[in-house]
């Protein structure tokens, strides 16, 4: 028999993503990912002033702020083609790699942990012995047997209480949830102390940026902050020692940590890693540049087709060609006007609701297309475009963790493993080790520039009488971010932003191909219907973000979610 | 550069300026730092809608005050000040997107660590419409002052330092002037008569 599960989050006044999924014989065979709640923001930017972009930009989401404000002046700098000096480069890469830091942070532990980790069972740990099976693994002094017994304590007093609070939504006990009461003790440990980890990240946001959320130092031609190694209110020598020491204390947590709970997630579920491989091609640009010119990255991009990574075509730097005239939005399934194909610089936002119609227009999101073909973005894209083009970082810590997984003697894990809703989580982790080597790096060639002399950071723009248009990428913790500008005599004609939700949030297209969500979740177990914790593990593996959150506080108190069984 | 950990009190803005009524939040802080002034122990931000990112600016903070748009019963442009215990409810959430508010997320994470806040306050104002690019309605926007002095005395019951700006500063307001938007709905002339 056909069950129809619907998850639609009732958050507030407006939802943001609803997946439907049509269930027979224990596994998903039909799958829709709608957006709820209309994005509209790209006619807010028509006829503004480009170098204010950004600032409106980082407020499309309340989560990526920074990524949005990036990814504007970018596009700016790219319709003038305007270099930017390389201080303005490092101090922007480092201000990403501390957004990425966190974000990829808070997804694993504070979004989707839960998903895997039964707290319940934490009471039955014997923390000596969770000690134990870190030790020798992980150099986290956070694993020592009296912190464990200080975080059993406190879910023994959280359980006895009988008020579990957040941590009572319920899938507590499901046969789905397998890790040993230790392993399940070690990974809330780190829950609890990624908190402290989530502030370092900020801080190292908030230093550069001036505040965070919403950093205040760019400009379209580079940044704001004044370098002065001889003054107290600028860039200078204390300020940059305060940001090692942040990155200092923040790297072994990621790579102690982090890294090594994602890979005991992925030894002991590695039935994960067939489940969840859905669209098979792959998108990333490169990103963080490591010269004024932006000619050299030091994370690779690329494009993948049908899982083949020997079919993986370069992306150099982001005047690549191919990309500009390959990007394209379909609106057959999403509320808005038009037909077929349209190019982001030719781009249009006219809303057309309808009902949710699954043969019809069911979301908001557009579909977007890579030559036609659907795309999958995010960490998993990054980690198979750098293995695959020989990029030595993503092999180093791929291998490592590929190691580390068989060293619990739980089988061997391939590069082609990692197309699946595991490979998903563990990229992430391999992204933020190498995210964690890369700051140092960035703060290294910052530091050294600085003492060098050069004090620039901002080449003033100019805007030509005639229209230009622009690209701007970035490669966000949720994957390629482009926003697409038309500038007329200095001001906005059109701006357009194709988010990595969009891409893997996609409905289907013309052809009716679905998009990377709904694809993923095809073959999904689903073992009891009433408690859809498998689809949750594949939706949460993409780190759904929903641009532009509406917010509003729920004085009544009303549940957030509800799964819908027919 | 604000240390997010230096001040033991906040006044934290939540929402969406984008987004109508929900930037109410947002806007009602800015009113208040620039027509006001407290000591270096409070400090004053907008966040946006930070989500989870919110529990670094509640960490060991001693006294939390939150101003934003309300989900409850009453007629739009109601102001209500709500202790910790009326508005939260820890009940179980399913959440698919890190875009929830996550108040109470983070409150309950951070107190399991030890390191919630003492209290929280929430100064919340019931909204009229929250769409994109529609501006803040009148109804709501009359409701700042109202919201302002539900903070002053929240500090003052506190005794914490609060006084009004000889030289009040101008709000940095910039979503409220919207070239394309000047219809007579509530915009950057109205913003003025809010620093009184």
């Not at chain 1, 986290?140 to 464990?148: F, I, K, V």
């Not at chain 1, 500038?487 to 409905?507: C, E, I, L």
Request: aromatic residues 8%.
């Amino acid at each position: 028999m056909t069950q129809r599960i619907t998850i639609d989050p009732i958050t507030r006044i407006e939802g943001h993503l609803r997946i439907d999924v049509e269930v027979d014989g224990g596994s998903v065979q039909k799958a829709w990912a709608s957006c709820t709640m209309w994005r509209g923001i790209e006619n807010i930017l028509k006829g503004r002033d480009p170098r204010e972009g950004w600032v409106f930009a980082q407020r499309f989401c309340g989560v990526c702020t920074t990524v949005h404000a990036m990814a504007s002046v970018r596009a700016v700098e790219d319709a003038l083609q305007l270099e930017i000096p390389a201080n303005a480069q490092y101090i922007r890469n480092l201000i990403l790699i501390g957004h990425a830091l966190h974000d990829h942070i808070v997804h694993f532990y504070h979004l989707s942990a839960l998903d895997w980790v039964d707290i319940t069972t934490i009471p039955k740990a014997d923390p000596a012995r969770a000690a134990s099976i870190a030790d020798g693994v992980s150099t986290w002094p956070g694993n020592s047997h009296r912190e464990l017994a200080a975080v059993q304590d406190k879910v023994k007093g959280l359980i006895s209480s009988g008020q579990l609070g957040i941590f009572s939504h319920g899938y507590w006990g499901h046969p789905a949830m397998r890790l040993s009461p230790e392993m399940n003790l070690l990974l809330f440990a780190h829950y609890l102390q990624a908190l402290e980890f989530q502030r370092k990240s900020c801080q190292v946001v908030g230093i550069l940026g001036g505040k965070t959320p919403h950093i205040q130092n760019l400009a379209v031609g580079g940044v704001m902050n004044a370098i002065n190694l001889n003054s107290l209110a600028t860039m200078n020598m204390d300020r940059l020692g305060t940001l090692q020491s942040l990155l200092q204390d923040l790297i072994p947590f990621v790579q102690q940590a982090y890294f090594l709970d994602a890979c005991v997630l992925a030894a002991s579920y590695p039935e994960w890693f067939r489940y969840g491989r859905g669209v098979t091609n792959y998108l990333a640009v490169p990103d963080l540049p490591v010269d004024a010119k932006a000619t050299q990255f030091d994370l690779p991009g690329g494009v993948i087709s049908n899982g083949n990574l020997a079919s993986v075509r370069t992306i150099s730097d982001w005047r690549d060609q191919p990309i500009r005239a390959a990007v394209a939005e379909d609106v057959t399934h999403a509320w808005y006007e038009g037909e077929g194909l349209q190019r982001p610089w030719k781009g249009k936002t006219d809303p057309n609701y309808t009902d949710f119609r699954e043969d019809g227009k069911y979301s908001w999101v557009k579909a977007p297309r890579y030559d036609g073909a659907p795309m999958q973005v995010g960490p998993l894209s990054n980690v198979l475009v750098g293995y695959a083009s020989g990029h030595l970082l993503t092999r180093k810590w791929t291998d490592l963790a590929f190691n580390r997984i068989s060293a619990m003697d739980r089988g061997q894990v391939q590069i082609d493993d990692m197309q699946s809703t595991m490979g998903r989580y563990l990229a992430r982790a391999i992204r933020s080790a190498m995210l964690s080597d890369l700051a140092l790096k960035h703060w290294q060639l910052l530091t050294d520039n600085i003492l060098k002399g050069d004090d620039a950071t901002y080449n003033p723009p100019q805007f030509p009488q005639h229209e230009v248009v622009g690209v701007g990428m970035h490669e966000a913790p949720r994957g390629t971010l482009s926003h697409w500008v038309t500038v007329d005599k200095g001001t906005f004609s059109n701006y357009q932003a194709v988010v990595p939700t969009t891409w893997n949030a996609s409905p289907r297209d013309e052809n009716g191909v679905p998009g990377p969500y709904e694809s993923s979740l095809l073959g999904n177990p689903v073992a009891d219907p009433g408690q859809p914790l498998e689809v949750l593990r594949t939706v949460h593996s993409f780190d759904p973000c929903m641009a532009c959150a509406c917010h509003m506080l729920d004085a009544n108190g009303r549940r957030i979610a509800k799964v819908k069984v027919l | 550069m604000r240390d997010s950990a230096s001040s033991p009190v906040s006044v934290i803005g939540l929402g969406n300026v984008l987004l109508g009524d929900d930037g109410f939040g947002s806007m009602t802080v800015e009113v208040f730092r620039c027509a006001y002034e407290c000591g270096p122990e409070v400090e004053i931000i907008d966040l946006g809608t930070p989500g989870l990112d919110l529990a670094p600016f509640l960490y060991g903070r001693d006294v939390v005050v939150i101003v934003d748009a309300v989900a409850a019963e009453g007629q739009p442009g109601t102001v209500r000040t709500y202790a910790e215990s009326e508005l939260l409810d820890f009940r179980a959430q399913l959440r698919l997107t890190d875009h929830d508010p996550g108040l109470q997320e983070c409150l309950a994470q951070l107190r399991l660590v030890g390191r919630g806040p003492s209290e929280v306050i929430v100064v919340g104002v019931i909204p009229e419409r929250c769409a994109f690019g529609e501006g803040i309605s009148r109804t709501v926007l009359a409701a700042t002052p109202l919201a302002i002095d539900s903070i002053i005395r929240v500090l003052l019951e506190r005794g914490l330092d609060c006084r009004k700006r000889p030289q009040p500063d101008r709000p940095k307001l910039w979503w409220i002037v919207n070239p394309k938007l000047e219809d007579g709905r509530a915009y950057a002339d109205d913003a003025p008569l809010l620093t009184c």
